[in-house]
């Protein structure tokens, strides 16, 4: 008889939340517009009580990754940051690669974090900062799609054959949350193309925007170049007072 008892006031207190429910939803109904609560499956389930409480599916957050703050005194290279953006997003069918090249210590990591930050809103898709040298690429991808994203990589397709690291790289890209946005990825400090050519995204996917660090000029001929040189004795000078201070008599003409 309790357990009857019980049953009967939790069906009372449901029927009243979903009472509740539907008039929260006609006196704020234009709030509602454009969502799943604005659908005719909803209103009929909360105007006969027969709501479902299954929760909507969350939109996916974009994930934004830049793992380096930069330098806040960073001057110069104003050419090659609007150069970047306007061969990034050059209009063609196939995914657009630049490459940021020069010796080591003359800013190209730099350059990458500053035009990541300043053209941060561009990418609602997403941004992702992946370090090449001495790393395994295909786990650095799986990885950052496992813990950033959260997403279980599948090991068989449809017919339960394992896929290799290859094919699971390739469905991390297929699957890259959210679904719609560009996504600018950034590998860092790449030594040979031809060992990352197999991971990255397809030609044909202009989602992807893809910039590239190396100290090879010329790294590969379907790639954009934009060489980097040392700062002028100008952009220098101006570094400098930006760290130590406009006072600081070691600075000179």
Not at 79 to 93: A, F, S
Not at 105 to 115: D, H, N, P, R
Request: net charge negative.
């Amino acid at each position: 008889d309790n357990i009857a008892y019980f049953a009967t006031v939790t069906a009372d207190v449901l029927r009243s939340l979903c009472g509740k429910y539907a008039e929260l939803f006609e006196s704020n109904e234009n709030n509602f517009k454009g969502t799943y609560f604005s659908n005719e499956i909803y209103k009929s389930q909360i105007s006969e009580n027969t709501f479902v409480f299954n929760s909507p599916e969350k939109p996916f957050k974009p994930i934004k990754y830049i793992p380096k703050t930069g330098n806040p005194n960073f001057v110069g290279r104003t050419d090659e940051l609007v150069k970047i953006h306007e061969e990034l997003h050059t209009q063609n069918n196939k995914i657009r690669i630049c490459a940021l090249s020069g010796m080591g210590s003359v800013g190209k990591t730099e350059l990458a974090i500053q035009y990541a930050q300043k053209y941060y809103d561009n990418y609602s898709g997403g941004i992702c900062w992946l370090n090449v040298r001495d790393t395994n690429l295909a786990n650095e991808i799986i990885q950052f799609i496992q813990q950033q994203m959260g997403l279980e990589i599948p090991q068989r397709d449809n017919q339960e054959n394992p896929f290799n690291l290859e094919e699971q790289v390739e469905w991390c890209w297929q699957n890259w949350q959210p679904s719609e946005g560009l996504v600018l990825v950034i590998l860092d400090d790449v030594t040979e193309y031809k060992d990352i050519k197999k991971l990255l995204p397809r030609t044909d996917n202009q989602r992807f925007k893809l910039l590239i660090t190396t100290r090879q000029r010329r790294l590969d001929t379907n790639l954009v170049d934009i060489p980097l040189d040392i700062l002028s004795k100008d952009e220098a000078l101006s570094l400098l007072r930006g760290i130590l201070g406009e006072e600081d008599s070691r600075i000179e003409r």
